[in-house]
T-cell receptor, first 113, second 115 residues
Framework: NAGVTQTPKFQVLKTGQSMTLQCAQD?????MSWYRQDPGMGLRLIHY???????DQGEVPNGYNVSRSTTEDFPLRLLSAAPSQTSVYFC????????????FGPGTRLLVL | QKEVEQDPGPLSVPEGAIVSLNCTYS??????FMWYRQYSRKGPELLMY????GNKEDGRFTAQVDKSSKYISLFIRDSQPSDSATYLC???????????????FGTGTRLTIIP
């Protein structure tokens, strides 16, 4: 199993550009989520999904969109990038609703200029 | 004041030493506590998961919760260079269900074990 994979590993954007961060898992997990990790802030939940076709907002959803058309994939879209979205983004998946069972991907480092 | 406080370090100790990593918290409702290990340029991985007060041991790792002091600790015995990583604490007031309860993370302590 590849586990949770994320692409790209690193991306530089200009303010106002849009992009999609890709996340895929091959463990047939129902639950998937996106976090951002910022210095001095800890991990914060952006959006999550409890199954294909079902998504909901986390703690910091503004500026991000998600969709879940398949069990395997959970892309995160930045509609109009802002410098405040410079962060490391982690995707995670889990086999239960308990967040303690999550497997995290390796992360995408995003720099918005 | 943040709900969860964690000394960012860095903390450097010689190989074989006992390491103590700590978090304090302000929300007395927290009763589920986790420790994650995060290697450089990698995602976090769950190390320990405890409920309420007391100790839990897993190999060289011991998690300790003192709810009266709102203080949790992770001890690493016989530390190895492979333990060099950032350690994150996380906690929640109830069984962490995405829809009902959020997991609150500390900012992490960077640990280096010197051979």
């Amino acid at each position: 199993n590849a586990g949770v994979t994320q692409t790209p590993k690193f991306q530089v954007l200009k303010t106002g550009q849009s992009m999609t961060l890709q996340c895929a898992q091959d463990m047939n997990h129902e639950y998937m989520s996106w976090y951002r990790q910022d210095p001095g802030m800890g991990l914060r939940l952006i959006h999550y999904s409890v199954g294909a076709g079902i998504t909901d907002q986390g703690e910091v959803p503004n500026g991000y969109n998600v969709s879940r058309s398949t069990t395997e994939d959970f892309p995160l879209r930045l509609l109009s990038a802002a410098p405040s979205q410079t962060s490391v983004y982690f995707c995670a998946s889990s086999y239960s609703a308990g967040q303690e069972t999550q497997y995290f991907g390796p992360g995408t480092r995003l720099l918005v200029l | 004041q943040k709900e969860v406080e964690q000394d960012p370090g860095p903390l450097s100790v010689p190989e074989g030493a006992i390491v103590s990593l700590n978090c304090t918290y302000s929300n007395s409702a927290f009763q589920y506590f986790m420790w994650y290990r995060q290697y450089s340029r990698k995602g976090p991985e769950l190390l320990m998961y405890t409920y309420s007060s007391g100790n839990k041991e897993d190999g060289r790792f011991t998690a300790q919760v003192d709810k009266s002091s709102k203080y949790i600790s992770l001890f690493i015995r016989d530390s190895q260079p492979s333990d060099s990583a950032t350690y994150l604490c996380a906690m929640s007031a109830s069984i962490v269900d995405f829809g009902n309860e959020k997991l609150t993370f500390g900012t992490g302590t960077r640990l280096t074990i010197i051979p």
